[in-house]
């Protein structure tokens, strides 16, 4: 049994580092990494589960930030946008013009990283399938589309 | 930011997560069992619900099953519906899944979250109540463990005693095997709740089907089923079961129940074009 109760330290791996933070119980993953970690990369948009602007990877799956406690975080392997570095992918977003005000892109970056991850062979499909978890409300969604497959499609070939 | 405070406790063992639930409760504070956790937090944050402690018991290895056992597929209530769909030991389990909530919250939803929410869709029960005579729940709480038929679990939502958890779902091995269907319809958007979910079944010549969004929740009825295995046109077939449903049909901002009751005819009529071609 691990039981948090009141605040303590807890160690996460984010990023492939182990950092210690001291959150409530009740913080939920989105809140300790911006307020605690300072990786304000993991965007608050509706904190209802909809909008996918809080997308981590959370141990190869792309995870919704506001919708995990931090202490169920334990143990697991966390990659905000900030752990992505000169990534094809990011390359991608930009010769396709995949933003306009970025507040949606790391939520983007995210899903889409742990797509290719854990599918490089995805078809078209399994990508929109997977890229509908998160909003854009600048974009018509194309350009983000056709950056991702851009990199599927270089992956595949 | 959620704005009250509560404990996290994540049970390893069945016995664990019963005993701490009765001790929280023993010292006059209120617990809830803890799945995905995606409607509690949700719901927490907006101050719905209340409570002092969560159990986290979707890492209990009971709550993890996902395997062909003897001639049943098990299902643990902690196996995400991401997972149960990549798995896809029962077609129509994996189709009905698949349109709940988007990929990544699916990746955290999990099957007994789904049964026991409070949102009224359910649209994971729908393939259960299908073969509710085949399908039985392992549920878990002070007393021990009680094995439930599906029928007696849920009808509409999930029947537990106090203090009872979700452990399981097991369903007949054949009910992967017959031709079957799950169509969602939504207002516009791909992902969001549904205008009305329906399951459907062929064994042998009967027709069955489950219902979610069309009244207050999931249902199934014995005169609809008879109507739709009738000697009929696909049409009329369709038009008489909608004709069996009660005027509580529901009738919001998604639809209004005169579009959902035209709609859910057509839908029905297409269905068993398909599942009798
Ligand atoms: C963004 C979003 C979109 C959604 N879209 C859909 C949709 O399209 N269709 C649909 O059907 N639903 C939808 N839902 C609803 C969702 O399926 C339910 O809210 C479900 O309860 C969430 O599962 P969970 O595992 O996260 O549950 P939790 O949040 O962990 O728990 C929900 C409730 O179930 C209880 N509970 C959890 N597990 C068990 C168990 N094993 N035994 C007994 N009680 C248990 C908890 O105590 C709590 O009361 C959506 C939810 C969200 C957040
Ligand atoms: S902030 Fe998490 S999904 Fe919108
Ligand atoms: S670029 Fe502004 S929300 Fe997507």
Redesign the pocket.
């Known amino acids: 049994m691990f039981s948090y109760t009141t605040r303590q330290s807890l160690i996460l791996q984010v990023n492939q580092d182990a950092l210690t933070v001291t959150p409530r119980p009740s913080d939920t993953l989105l809140y300790t990494l911006r307020q605690e970690l300072g990786f304000t990369g993991a965007k608050p948009g509706c904190e ?3 909008c996918g602007a809080c997308t981590v990877i959370f141990d190869n799956l792309p995870l919704k930030s506001c ?1 995990m406690l931090t202490a169920e975080a334990v143990g697991h392997e966390i990659t905000t946008v900030e752990g992505l570095h000169h990534t094809a992918l990011q390359d991608a977003f930009m010769d396709h013009w995949a933003f306009q005000c970025g507040y949606c892109t790391s939520g983007f970056l995210t899903t889409a990283h742990a797509l290719l991850t854990r599918h490089p062979d995805a078809d078209r499909q399994t990508m929109v399938e997977w890229l509908r978890s998160n909003l854009c409300r600048c974009t018509g969604y194309q350009e983000i589309g056709d950056a991702v497959w851009s990199v599927l499609q270089a992956r595949q070939t | 930011m959620i704005p009250f405070s509560f404990e996290y406790h994540r049970a390893d063992s069945l016995e664990e997560a019963a005993l701490v639930y009765q001790q929280i409760q023993a010292s006059g504070q209120k617990p ?11 719901m927490a944050r907006l101050a719905q619900i209340h409570f002092d402690a969560v159990i986290d ?1 979707k890492q209990i290895p009971q ?1 993890q099953r996902l395997e062909r056992a003897d001639d049943a597929i098990v299902f643990g ?2 196996v995400s519906l991401d997972r149960i769909g990549q798995a896809n030991l029962w077609p129509l389990l994996s189709q009905a899944g698949a ?4 990929h990544s ?1 699916r990746c ?3 099957l ?3 049964l ?4 009224p ?4 029960a729908l393939p259960f109540m299908l073969f509710s005579s085949d399908a039985h729940g392992l549920v878990f709480g002070p007393g021990g463990s009680r094995d439930v038929p599906f029928k007696e679990l849920f009808n509409g939502q ?1 029947n ?1 005693r106090p203090g ?4 399981e779902l097991r369903v007949a091995q054949f009910a992967a095997e017959v031709p079957a269907l799950s169509v969602k319809k939504t207002r516009l958007d791909w ?4 205008l009305f979910t329906v399951a459907m079944v062929r064994v042998n010549s009967e027709i069955r089907v489950a219902f ?1 969004g069309v009244t207050g929740c999931p249902f199934i009825s014995d005169a609809i089923n008879r109507t739709l295995s009738a000697a009929a046109s696909w049409d009329d077939r369709a038009q008489s079961a909608v004709a069996h449903i009660s005027d509580s049909v529901v009738d919001d901002l998604h639809g209004s129940a005169k579009y959902r009751r035209f709609l859910l005819t057509r839908t029905l009529a297409d269905m068993l074009a398909k599942i009798e071609e």
């Open positions: 209802n589960g909809d919708l | 809830i069992y803890y799945g995905g956790g995606t409607e509690i937090l949700t018991i709550c209530a902690g349109r709940v909530a988007d919250v955290k939803i999990t007994g979250g789904n026991a929410g409070t949102l869709y359910r649209e994971v999930l537990l009872e958890f979700l452990v992902v969001d709740y549904p979610s």
